[in-house]
């Protein structure tokens, strides 16, 4: 079971940022929990300079941009 | 952790809602990277060229106006330039795009980290313009570079620069003003993010930050980018047109559409009265208007451009145009979270003393 944390304070982009990931989730079948964090200072003691920002479990992947649902699934395949 | 079925090898870096045109239009352009950006590159100018000629055939022959009325020519305004400033727009914004791959915030920090305030200043300022950067940001950057060390003054020159200095102000401005006044503009807008963030430094205002954010540890910040491939850069240039012009097209209309009825319909002159030169109290007034204004450039540039041509001054209007884009309401209230009042209204204070004084300055010069 893989963790994917979604960081973002709750824009626009951050939100449509979460749609992104449940798709995926839900496009490529894997088992995952989704957590999101939206408070700053948790955003900021996990390093994120840049939102909406990805991490699978733990491991910060994408910074700064929307995914698309293909570089999701890439990330968790 | 099962995989229940191996995606298919999209060879298409974007979603796949978007339709096959486009994921073979991207896979061709992968595999001739060279010859397809030199074809799209020729039809760009070719379009761009025929913008002009079109809109004044459109507006003559098949809507039957004439120029000389006030119709006619807010018409064929608005069907030149909205053309006009999202082709502009869109190759810009991809060029930039690729541009911005080089500079995440994390690598900007790291290029300011350790480095003496004033030259902080000037190269925080001047990597605003091309770090990437949104407003709901602000508050996670402002923490990863003053918790990495960086002083609060270059941190704020960084924070200045990057709203007000961004490829959509500056195409607008190059399309609609010419590229002098793009210029100009990214100069002084350059000086005031440098000298303000220097000011703020030097009055040594970090007991007015929040005090959580200084306890929170140094953290080695994650970098989540593996080198970049050119594909990707090239993608991720791609994904800002979609991104950015998709977002700013009906400002750009909304704009153009307002400036072209100012065009045909306001009297000559009628802006000269309380936006012209001699009107001393107009440059303060129009930045007192702009803070509480939040538009993005691509909605307040043309508006603007058509109040100059009504007899408003360039300098009035520059300071205006600063006060809506640099100081904006939604980020005063954001930055709150980690800044005191009080270092709020000496950050407003200060830059729109800056903008203050850029505007006296192109009204007295030019």
Redesign the interface.
Known sequence: ??TITV???G?A??KQTEE?VRKAIA?????AEVVKVTE??E?????????P?I?VDG????????P????V?KL?? | MKPVSEPVPEPSLGSASQGTWRTSLTSLAQRYPLPIAGVLLAVWILLYNTIEPLSRWLTTQMLGLSLDTHLGSAVQFFLYDVPKVLLLLTLIVFIVGIIRTFFTPARTRQLLAGKSESIGNVLAAMLGTVTPFCSCSAVPLFIGFVTAGIPLGVTFSFLIAAPMINEVALVLLWGLFGWQIALLYLVTGLTIAIVAGWIIGRLKLERYVEEWVYAIPATGHADPDAPLTWRERVQAGWDAVGEIVGKVWPFVMIGIGIGALIHGYVPEDFMASFMGKDAWWSVPLAVLMGIPMYTNAAGIIPIVEALMGKGAALGTVLAFMMAVIALSLPEMIILRKVLKPRLIAIFVAIVGTGILFVGYLFNLVI
């Open positions: 079971m893989k960081y973002g304070p824009c982009r951050c992104v496009a490529s079948g894997v088992e700053y200072q955003i900021a003691m996990a390093g994120v300079m840049a939102t920002a991490a491991q910060l992947k994408i910074a700064g941009k929307v698309s649902v293909a570089d699934q968790l395949s």
